[in-house]
């Protein structure tokens, strides 16, 4: 069956760049979502179709996916960034990756 | 403004039905115009899909549970419900309802689904 793999951590300093990948067998031909869960909250949608922003989502949050790899691009990190972020996709089923834990020092 | 609300018992007994309510306020669940679906999630852990509906047409569960869980429908309270039955421990989990998008890529064929809005989850424990 379809996975989803994620790195479990990543740090990031603050102000820098943050890049969480998501892999998956060709997952460039399926359309990635991606969200952001803060501790003891409910996740939150933060890119959709791989690379677009939902209403309210900063632009130093974006997306790109191709051939085995999408990622998610925090640019600018700040310490409200630190959360577990997840990717989905559909395969016959909604399918999440396993999540990874964003530290930003 | 769209809200979900989830509720139900916060303690359930092994090998009887855990259920759940989400009551949706700033929208319509049988609007047909998204789906509508539960997604859980074990302490420490990551997200699982349960399963999904569409007000009129299907119903789909994930494979995995799909034995065990039935989604449910009441539009004159504009509610939707989960019975996941026999449960274990390994049904201990924060248990979120969700607003779903969908679309459909005629050239392709493919469907995309994903969720836009959250509830903000309830904690079912199972323990005897």
């Known amino acids: 069956s379809y996975e989803l793999t994620q790195p479990l951590s990543v740090s990031v300093a603050l102000g820098q760049t943050a890049r969480i990948t998501c892999g998956g067998n060709?997952?460039?031909?399926?359309?990635v979502h991606w969200y952001q869960q803060k501790p003891g909250q409910a996740p939150v949608l933060v890119i959709y179709r791989d690379s677009n922003r939902p209403s309210g989502i900063p632009e130093r949050f974006s997306g790109s996916n191709s051939g085995n790899t999408a990622t998610l691009t925090i640019s600018r990190a700040q310490a409200g960034d630190e959360a577990d972020y997840y990717c989905?996709?559909?395969?016959?089923?909604?399918?999440f990756g396993g999540g990874t834990r964003l530290t930003v020092l | 403004q769209l809200q979900l609300q989830e509720s139900g018992p916060g303690l359930v007994k092994p090998s009887e039905t855990l259920s759940l309510t989400c009551t949706v306020s700033g929208d319509s669940i049988s609007s047909r115009s998204y789906y509508w679906g539960w997604i859980r999630q074990p302490p420490g852990r990551g997200l699982e899909w349960i399963g999904s509906f569409y007000y009129g047409e299907s119903t789909y569960y994930n494979p995995s549970l799909q034995s065990r869980v039935t989604i449910s429908v009441d539009t004159s309270k504009n509610q939707f419900s989960l019975n996941l039955s026999s449960v274990t421990a390994a049904d201990t989990a924060v248990y979120y309802c969700?607003?779903?998008?969908?679309?459909?890529?005629?050239?392709?064929?493919?469907?995309?689904?994903?969720?836009?809005?959250w509830g903000q989850g309830t904690l079912v424990t199972v323990s005897s």
């Open positions: 969700a607003r779903q998008t969908f679309y459909y890529y005629d050239t392709s064929g493919y469907w995309e689904y994903y969720f836009d809005s």
């Open positions: 060709n997952v460039g031909g399926k359309n």
């Open positions: 989905q996709v559909w395969d016959s089923r909604v399918l």
